[in-house]
């Protein structure tokens, strides 16, 4: 809160180990069309496996030592997701997705997200996660839909999505 200067730039790193990952906040409850969603990226490293969370071990960690620097890690896997999920809205409305041909359109998505840096960006990481294993990981988006706001203070979930990308 304090005005600029040489005392706050020096000070203004330490503060902020401290301060952000605990105490930072998010405007987009106060945007114009608040989040109806949540999403995370999830990994696959071989067919017999199940999906997995990579930030939920982070998560962990962060609630049992909340000192431990991990909000931008799990901030960085959340903002490829959306990054995503954005992509595909944008892909699906330029490409005139009807319902009857959304399949197809899911198709032609799946196809082009491979070219983006948001995609590679999340296949890299599935890689770091798989290292030991032979096998290519596989990349999916992990959706929890709201249903629109229908009690006071009550979004129940309408369902779950997952959006395969490999």
Same mark, same amino acid.
């Not at 929890?144 to 203070?153: L, V």
């Given at each position: 809160?304090?005005?600029?200067?040489p005392?706050?730039?020096i000070?203004?790193?330490l503060?902020?180990?401290?301060?952000?990952?605990i105490?930072?906040?998010?405007w987009h409850?106060?945007?114009?069309?608040?989040l109806?969603?949540?999403?995370?990226?999830i990994?696959?490293?071989n067919d017999e496996q199940?999906w997995i969370?990579p930030?939920?071990?982070?998560?962990?960690?962060n609630?049992?030592?909340p000192?431990?620097?991990?909000?931008?890690s799990?901030f960085?896997?959340?903002?490829?997701s959306?990054?995503?999920?954005?992509?595909?809205?944008?892909f699906?409305?330029?490409?005139?997705?009807?319902?009857?041909?959304?399949?197809?359109?899911e198709e032609?998505?799946?196809?082009?997200?491979?070219k983006e840096?948001a995609?590679?960006?999340?296949?890299?990481m /599935? $890689?770091f996660?798989?290292q030991?294993? %032979?096998?290519?990981?596989?990349v999916?988006v992990?959706? @929890?839909? /709201? $249903?629109?706001f229908s009690?006071?203070? %009550?979004?129940p979930?309408s369902?779950?999505?997952?959006? @395969?990308l490999d």
């Amino acid at each position: 809160m304090a005005p600029s200067g040489p005392i706050k730039d020096i000070i203004r790193p330490l503060i902020s180990l401290y301060v952000e990952p605990i105490f930072e906040q998010r405007w987009h409850l106060f945007a114009p069309d608040p989040l109806t969603f949540s999403a995370r990226i999830i990994v696959k490293c071989n067919d017999e496996q199940e999906w997995i969370d990579p930030t939920s071990a982070m998560l962990q960690q962060n609630e049992t030592f909340p000192f431990v620097h991990l909000q931008k890690s799990i901030f960085l896997f959340n903002s490829i997701s959306a990054t995503i999920l954005d992509l595909r809205t944008t892909f699906l409305n330029e490409s005139n997705c009807s319902k009857a041909k959304i399949k197809t359109c899911e198709e032609n998505f799946k196809q082009w997200i491979k070219k983006e840096d948001a995609y590679s960006k999340a296949h890299s990481m /599935a $890689k770091f996660i798989c290292q030991p294993q %032979k096998s290519a990981p596989k990349v999916a988006v992990y959706i @929890e839909h /709201a $249903k629109p706001f229908s009690a006071k203070y %009550k979004i129940p979930n309408s369902g779950i999505e997952i959006l @395969e990308l490999d």
